[in-house]
């Protein structure tokens, strides 16, 4: 368990993330988490709260297209609070929402050089796949993730 309190995002909780989404990265990766994912999934996203404010967040969906998977499409949280266990909570209440709408697999990407993630992942107990080329066109290459529940 973690100190923080988590609950359902809300569209109001954009601009919160996205003024520190750059500074917790140490780089602009804003534009991976345009406004529509808290628009139209906000209820299947997670905000975690602690005494200074915003702590972490978790940007998910139940899959519209496939029937038994949800995804997890991006995940913060604050430098202050890692290492406490906040992002495998954040993962595991999404675990227990994607199996309560009857989906048996979880999946994810990332960056080949984000390192930290790709570790993280496998200790979730995520399948690391190698970096697909062009995987979202030209010049780009992901680290796919999948776990089944």
Partial sequence: MTP???RTATPA????IAAVVDDW???????????????????????AEGPAGLAGFLIGFI?????????IHFVGVSPEA???GLARTMYERFFDLARRHDRRVVKAIT?????????F???????VGEPVPG?????TALVTFSRTL
């Fill in 63 to 71: 899959s519209p297209s496939e029937p038994d998977e949800a995804y």
């Fill in 111 to 119: 960056s080949p050089v984000n390192r930290t993630s790709i570790a």
């Fill in 135 to 139: 995987y979202n066109g030209p010049g």
């Fill in 82 to 84: 890692r290492t406490g």
């Fill in 25 to 47: 990265w140490g780089r602009p990766i804003l534009p991976s988490l345009p406004r529509l994912f808290l628009d139209h999934f906000h209820r299947t996203s997670l905000i």
């Fill in 121 to 127: 992942h496998g200790r979730m107990g995520f399948e």
């Fill in 4 to 6: 923080y309190e988590l």
């Fill in 13 to 16: 909780d954009y601009d919160p």
